[in-house]
């Protein structure tokens, strides 16, 4: 299976709508990979809060239509990041949106966990409450964003729901890009998943963005690892490999917590 990661640099100066078209362009680069993995919020920026409401798009909204149309140009399974989406009764979510080869909107994710606090995203933004998981032919994706790799839970319950490839696109600071290779590292032993985390570049209101967009197999062995500027990470990897760690290495089943959830 091969994945391109687009770690794209949002950075002031830059219109949304030219941000939108440039990064279309892109994904259509990517006509030669199975999956192609975008940032969280990187139409506005994930710090530059003063935004989200005067950016925020519904569901289906430019956003939305510019990515449908890549990933069918492409040909490609599309997770288009994330975007500020505003509901018809005025509430805003991050909300992640997956399309298909033909490119029909598949799943979308509503971020759980909120960052900051007492402000920003988390006094901004409402908290999503539903799991989702995404079939490819060769995987199943289980969807988080950025702040949701502190909270390995959530990941629990992807894996007890199927996933196998856990898709992170992230907005993560640069103060903190030690966490973020270390979470991202110990989600991928700890649920024997792929683990595909990608970041943004430049910088958000102020507050430079970590990059390193990174790829992590069952194993927790770094495939593939981008670097502050922005790029393309590109990699291919085994699918069945999940599979097989599970079976040599079956700590899932010796799980002792938890047993309500449901298995698969």
Not at 22 to 46: F, K, M, N
Request: glycine share 10%; aromatic share 8%.
């Amino acid at each position: 299976m091969r994945a391109s990661l687009i770690q794209i640099a949002v950075s002031e100066g830059e219109s949304v709508e030219s941000r939108r078209r440039r990064v279309a362009s892109l994904v259509r680069d990517q006509s030669g990979a199975d999956l192609v993995v975008l940032p969280e919020l990187w139409t506005t920026g994930a710090f530059a809060y003063e935004g989200f409401g005067s950016e925020a798009e519904p569901l289906e909204g430019p956003t939305y239509e510019a990515m449908a149309k890549a990933a069918s140009d492409a040909g490609v399974w599309l997770h288009a990041g994330s975007i500020p989406e505003h509901t018809p009764d005025g509430t805003l979510y991050n909300t992640s949106l997956v399309f298909s080869p033909s490119g029909d909107l598949i799943a979308a994710y509503r971020k759980i966990h909120r960052f900051g606090f007492d402000k920003g995203e988390a006094v901004l933004m409402g908290a999503g409450r539903d799991l989702v998981t995404v079939r490819l032919p060769e995987t199943t994706l289980g969807l988080a964003t950025c702040y949701d790799l502190r909270f390995p839970e959530l990941f629990r319950g992807l894996v007890d729901a199927g996933a196998e490839t856990l898709v992170i696109p992230a907005g993560w600071p640069e103060r903190r890009r030690a966490h973020w290779t270390l979470l991202a590292q110990a989600r991928a032993v700890e649920n024997q998943a792929y683990v595909l985390a990608c970041g943004t570049a430049g910088t958000h209101a102020g507050v430079p963005q970590a990059g390193h967009s990174i790829v992590v197999d069952p194993w927790g062995e770094v495939l593939a690892e981008a670097g502050a500027d922005e790029e393309v990470l590109t990699v291919e990897f085994d699918a069945a490999k999940v599979a097989v760690t599970r079976d040599q290495f079956p700590a899932l089943k010796d799980r002792m917590l938890g047993l309500d959830a449901p298995r698969r």
